[in-house]
């Protein structure tokens, strides 16, 4: 099996929780949907992390993954809650995106 789709996959079923708990938390009227969803998530991951470090090496595959979490939920937040985008975040995403590229070397 190719573990590049478990890669990609990785970091999005990860962050996914965190949307939902945050949808769940900014709601006035409590929806324990949202605490559901989240806890699939954080079972597809722990599956997902199962499957990948049968394969790989942890400290890349939990770097690559953070990393690119990271990125998703910078954007995410600007895009989705509007959240303010700030010279340190940008920094932030940079400075990761560059430790990404040595890492991956």
Request: charged share 10%.
């Amino acid at each position: 099996m190719n573990i590049l789709p478990l890669y990609i996959l990785l970091p999005i079923v990860a962050i996914l929780p965190v949307f939902f708990i945050k949808n769940y938390v900014s709601k006035s009227n409590r929806d324990y949907k949202y605490i559901l969803f989240a806890l699939i998530g954080y079972i597809t991951l722990t599956y997902l992390y199962i499957k990948l470090l049968k394969k790989g090496d942890m400290t890349k595959i939990f770097f690559v993954s953070q990393i690119i979490q990271m990125i998703i939920i910078f954007l995410g937040s600007i895009l989705i809650y509007s959240e303010n985008i700030t010279r340190n975040k940008i920094i932030g995403v940079i400075v990761s995106i560059i430790a990404l590229y040595f890492f991956s070397q």
